[in-house]
């Protein structure tokens, strides 16, 4: 089995834009989602209920969690955000748009800054400066040396082989050791299942893609497309699970900033690795990109703690809007 897509060229890179709008939806939508979380579980503590930041998110705080309309307005800018995304890779190869995701931060430190009515100060300002450059040249030279070439059945069995000992690994170390787990093995998990997630969601819209070119035959080997489904459904289920317990325990800046730094690796370390995005990549893009990524990471680790914390949030009914 193999997949034919049409490459991206410098000229045809729609791709971009449509990743960054993305991004800003993904900013947003985890601002709501962790005000969501942090006033269910000061409603529950006022009335003697168990509270999410410090149980973990059970059916009860599930429930009381779509009742916040912050919670629920900040899904729906996720779901948007997720829409963008798969369309973008639809248009562009993957080692192009999912490295735009770390924009997402230097939003999120914006919309922080505006609600905490707190300036950002030098060291963030140069962090996000250090975040944009190094996504920016990051995309600019895969955007000239990437494209998205025909997946073999092999490479769709690696992709698929892996994902299966990720999920069995953190769904045996949660359902076994979470009373353990800190915050940042949440944030980690996440990171990693969402990397798969965007992997996965571009192998099935060119796999689809090829489906259709073909006149609706299918082969033999299309029964790893139907597995590589069931894994992005489980991996998207669980990694969104994970980022509601890290809202639970704290501000929404470590957990954006863990998920641009973590997502974006996974997922273009396979789409070079495994789907050979980059094959014929020359040795200078390949150093540029090391740069790139490394300028790219420093800044967001920078970002993360240079912020307002989410404690100063303004309460609901304030003149921040929030609810």
């Known amino acids: 089995m193999s997949i034919v897509v049409v490459s991206l060229t410098p000229a045809q890179s729609p791709g971009i834009p449509v990743a960054l709008v993305g991004s800003v939806f993904l900013a947003?939508?985890?601002?709501?989602?962790?005000?969501?979380?942090?006033?269910?579980g000061e409603a529950a503590a006022s009335h003697g209920r168990s509270d999410p930041r410090s149980s973990g998110l059970g059916w009860g705080q599930l429930t009381a969690l779509a009742r916040r309309p912050s919670w629920l307005i900040g899904t729906l800018m996720l779901g948007l955000s997720t829409v963008f995304q798969l369309f973008s890779l639809y248009?562009?190869?993957?080692?192009?748009?999912?490295?735009?995701?770390?924009i997402a931060l230097v939003v999120t430190a914006l919309i922080t800054a505006r609600l905490t009515r707190i300036?950002?100060?030098?060291?963030?300002?140069?962090?996000?400066?250090?975040?944009?450059?190094?996504?920016?040249?990051f995309?600019?030279?895969?955007?000239?040396?990437?494209?998205?070439?025909?997946?073999?059945?092999?490479?769709?069995?690696?992709?698929?082989?892996?994902?299966?000992?990720?999920?069995?690994?953190?769904?045996?170390?949660?359902?076994l050791f979470r009373a353990r787990f800190t915050r940042l093995f949440y944030i980690?998990?996440?990171?990693?299942?969402?990397?798969?997630?965007?992997?996965?969601?571009?192998?099935?819209?060119?796999?689809?893609?090829?489906i259709i070119d073909n006149g609706l035959r299918l082969s033999p080997a299309d029964w790893l497309t139907i597995v590589c489904l069931a894994g992005f459904i489980a991996a998207a289920v669980l990694g969104s699970y994970f980022v509601q317990i890290a809202y639970a325990s704290g501000s929404p800046e470590l957990v954006v900033a863990g998920l641009t730094v973590i997502d974006p690796l996974v997922?273009?370390?396979?789409?070079?690795?495994?789907?050979?995005?980059?094959?014929?990549?020359?040795?200078w893009a390949d150093i540029?990109?090391?740069?790139?990524g490394a300028l790219a990471v420093y800044g967001?680790?920078?970002?993360?703690?240079?912020?307002?914390?989410?404690?100063?949030?303004?309460?609901?009914?304030?003149?921040?809007?929030?609810v």
């Open 28 to 40: 947003v939508g985890a601002e709501l989602q962790q005000h969501g979380v942090t006033k269910a």
């Open 91 to 102: 248009l562009a190869p993957l080692t192009v748009v999912q490295p735009l995701g770390a």
């Open 119 to 137: 300036r950002l100060k030098l060291p963030a300002i140069r962090a996000i400066l250090y975040c944009i450059g190094g996504v920016g040249l």
């Open 139 to 175: 995309v600019a030279v895969a955007a000239l040396t990437t494209t998205t070439i025909p997946i073999a059945a092999a490479q769709l069995l690696i992709v698929a082989i892996i994902l299966a000992a990720v999920l069995l690994l953190f769904g045996l170390g949660f359902v």
């Open 188 to 210: 980690a998990g996440a990171g990693v299942l969402f990397g798969f997630v965007a992997t996965l969601a571009k192998v099935l819209i060119t796999r689809v893609q090829t």
């Open 267 to 283: 997922g273009v370390s396979i789409g070079i690795i495994v789907l050979g995005e980059a094959a014929g990549a020359p040795l």
């Open 288 to 292: 540029v990109f090391f740069i790139a």
């Open 300 to 322: 967001v680790i920078q970002l993360s703690r240079h912020q307002p914390q989410a404690a100063s949030m303004p309460r609901a009914g304030s003149s921040g809007g929030l």
